[in-house]
C-alpha cells in the first residue's frame, strides 16, 4: 500500500476437479473440506478486508465472517463490487453492516435511491467512474480500497471478479 497505494491481494479459489468454481442456480458448493475452511478463517482474520462481486452475493448470501473461536473480532470489512448498487437490504451482509462494516463499490452513475438505502442500512459508498456499460476498472477499486487504508485484501468471490482482477 505504501509503495503502489493498493492492497496485498489474496486471491483465494476453491477449484473442483472439472475446472469450476461454483455452478451457476445452485447456491454454494462446497468443494474443500475441514482444513481448508479454518485456513480460509484465518486468512481472513489476517487481512484487513475481503472482497466479493455482487454476483457472489446474489448467488451465495454470505457472511464473509471471520467464524474461528476467539477471532470473530478479527472479521475483516467486507468490500461488495456492485456497479449497479443491486445489494439486496434484506443480505445477511446489510444487515449485520452496523457490527461489521460492509463497503460497496458502485459506478458513479448508481440509483441514487439505491443508493441511499444502503447507505441509510450502514453501508460505505465508495463511487468510481467507470465507462458507460462496463465493469469497475479493478486498478482504481484496488487504489480507492488502498486510499482507505486498505493493506491486505482477501479476494474470495467469483469467476468474473478473479478473471478480471487475473487479466489486470
Same mark, same amino acid.
Given at each position: ?40 478463517? +484465518?486468512?481472513? !482474520? ?50 449485520? !453492516? ?7 463499490? +458502485? ?21 468510481? !467512474? ?13 487504489? !480507492? ?24
Amino acid at each position: 500500500r505504501v509503495t503502489d497505494g493498493r492492497p496485498h491481494v489474496i486471491l483465494k479459489l476453491a477449484v473442483s476437479r472439472d475446472g469450476y468454481i461454483g455452478r451457476p442456480g445452485n447456491g454454494q458448493v462446497l468443494i474443500t473440506g475441514e482444513d481448508v475452511f479454518r485456513r480460509v478463517h +484465518v486468512l481472513r !482474520a489476517e487481512c484487513d478486508g475481503i472482497l466479493v462481486g455482487i454476483g457472489t452475493v446474489l448467488e451465495d448470501d454470505p457472511s464473509l465472517s471471520c467464524r474461528l473461536p476467539g477471532l470473530t473480532h478479527r472479521s475483516p470489512v467486507r468490500v461488495v463490487l456492485d456497479t449497479e448498487a443491486r445489494l439486496p437490504l434484506s443480505s445477511t451482509l446489510v444487515k449485520t !453492516a452496523e457490527s461489521i462494516p460492509v463497503w460497496v463499490v +458502485v459506478g458513479a452513475d448508481a440509483d441514487p435511491e439505491r443508493l441511499e438505502a444502503l447507505t441509510a442500512a450502514g453501508c460505505m459508498l465508495i463511487r468510481l !467512474a467507470r465507462p458507460e456499460g462496463q465493469r469497475l476498472d479493478p486498478h482504481a477499486v484496488m487504489r !480507492a480500497l488502498g486510499q482507505r487504508g486498505l493493506t491486505r485484501l482477501l479476494v474470495e468471490g467469483g469467476a468474473g471478479v478473479a478473471r478480471s482482477l487475473m487479466d489486470a
